[in-house]
């Protein structure tokens, strides 16, 4: 409700009463010294501000009026008795919508509202010569969602929270501006990157030869990409940008009538071939490799 903060008009030898508001101590005239604060006993006696949701004592209402009760509704001014003051959206008697908080101690907040609570997107400031402030959202008075916060040494979160805590993907700063952790966050504590899975081995560009007995087969393989050969195989050799792998596909002894120097010249022949033909010159390649290293 809004505060009379006129006298009434003296209208005659006699002083007449000032208005009254429901949130007002009763008037005192000069000649009623039956009251404690007329007659200096004590303050007077701060009454409930009726026209706000919980009916605060001593708190006192300026604005729009309306809905069941004849409550706070729409734009309006509230000052609370502990010195803080709001400005902005009622609903119901509450603060309710967009609006400015301004706390005794020099903090403020502006925002969205829902229930008396900072309750949405808003911007939380404390006073200079602090530069700390949390920007973004928040829900029954707690960071939570997306938001920034910056501290008065300088450093910086920006990122998830959840419960006023840092809580999701962020990333922190130290005063200096030195990154301390970025990735992933649980209850304000840093969590470790996880190890990589290993990529599931690519299947190799082209397998240009099989031979041996099929209970020690070989084969000789042309790697495109020199990250795509796989641990298992046994043993390797580096063609400029390609791999070419000689590896047991089936059992664990290297055929007699196959060498080490005989699978390197082979290799040799096929990354040749392949750079010169590609992979169907490669292919006749290694078909043949095997049948004239036979006669070796």
């Not at 301390?180 to 030869?209: I, L």
């Not at 990250?227 to 000689?246: C, I, K, N, T, Y």
């Amino acid at each position: 409700f809004t505060e009379n903060m006129e006298a009434a008009a003296t209208t005659d030898a006699t002083p007449s009463q000032p208005q009254q508001t429901s949130n007002e101590p009763p008037a005192t005239t000069a000649a009623d010294t039956s009251s404690p604060s007329a007659a200096g006993g004590g303050a007077a006696k701060l009454e409930p501000c009726y026209q706000i949701a919980d009916a605060p004592v001593g708190a006192v209402y300026e604005g729009g009026l309306g809905g069941r009760g004849n409550m706070a509704a729409g734009r309006g001014k509230l000052a609370l008795a502990s010195g803080d003051v709001y400005e902005g959206d009622f609903k119901a008697g509450r603060m309710d919508g967009y609006g400015k908080m301004t706390y005794i101690d020099g903090d403020t907040y502006e925002g969205e509202w829902k229930c008396d609570e900072h309750h949405g997107k808003g911007k939380y400031t404390f006073p200079p010569p602090s530069c700390a402030y949390y920007d973004g959202e928040l829900v029954e008075g707690n960071a939570n969602g997306c938001g920034v916060k910056v501290w008065e040494d300088g450093s910086k979160y920006t990122g998830e929270w959840k419960h006023n805590m840092y809580h999701g993907t962020g990333t922190k700063l130290d005063p200096d501006g030195v990154v301390v952790h970025s990735g992933e966050w649980r209850s304000d504590q840093p969590v470790a990157a996880k190890a990589t899975k290993r990529k599931r081995e690519a299947k190799p560009d082209t397998a240009v030869a099989h031979f041996g007995p099929q209970e020690a087969r070989w084969a000789v393989t042309l790697y495109r990409k020199r990250d795509v050969v796989p641990l298992q195989h046994s043993w390797r050799a580096l063609m400029g940008e390609r791999h070419v792998a000689f590896h047991v596909s089936v059992g664990d002894d290297v055929p007699p009538e196959i060498t080490v120097e005989m699978a390197a010249e082979m290799a040799a022949e096929m990354a040749a071939a392949a750079e010169a033909g590609g992979e169907t010159a490669a292919a006749g390649a290694a078909a043949a490799a095997p049948a004239a290293r036979s006669s070796v």
